[in-house]
């Protein structure tokens, strides 16, 4: 039980975290920031946007997000993948519940638990992982 509650907590800790990384993103529409943790140390992080040396602007004229925007759990892993670390084993914070794709990423890097907050409303994503065999837990209310 005392394990349940430490680690409780810390999913909260970190989720917040990755809230306010969420504040970087340029998006108008939705601001997604995550962070990626293993052995209890930040590996990776990121937020949803244009691609490195593109305008930081997610919509197009008519309030769309741009087709070449990056999700956060997308920036989050491709940025883990240039570095000296390896996601394998690690969990995935993020602010909102990872689409098909991501969630076709985080498969692949070997994240074995994914932490949300917002629940979006397609759900795929969260079904494909579930199939996969990886932990979804999704945190509603981050306060302690």
């Known amino acids: 039980m005392e394990y349940y509650n430490k680690q409780e907590l810390l999913d909260k800790r970190y989720l917040r975290m990755a809230r306010i990384w969420a504040e970087n993103s340029y998006c108008q529409r939705r601001q997604v920031g995550a962070i990626i943790v293993k052995d209890k140390m930040i590996i990776s992080d990121g937020y949803n946007g244009t ?12 309030g769309l997000t741009k087709s070449y925007v990056l999700h956060a759990e997308a920036n989050a892993i491709t940025k ?3 570095s000296n670390n390896s996601s394998n084993g690690a969990t995935l914070y993020v602010t909102a519940s990872p689409c098909l794709e991501c969630a076709k990423l985080i498969i692949q890097s ?10 979006y409303r397609i759900t795929d994503g969260i079904d ?3 199939r996969a065999g990886i932990e979804c837990k999704h945190i509603e209310n981050l306060n302690q």
């Open 80 to 82: 883990v993948a240039r």
């Open 51 to 62: 691609p490195v040396g593109f305008e930081n602007i997610c919509e197009d004229e008519n």
């Open 128 to 130: 494909l992982l579930t």
């Open 110 to 119: 070997g994240i074995k638990r994914v932490v949300f907050n917002e629940l």
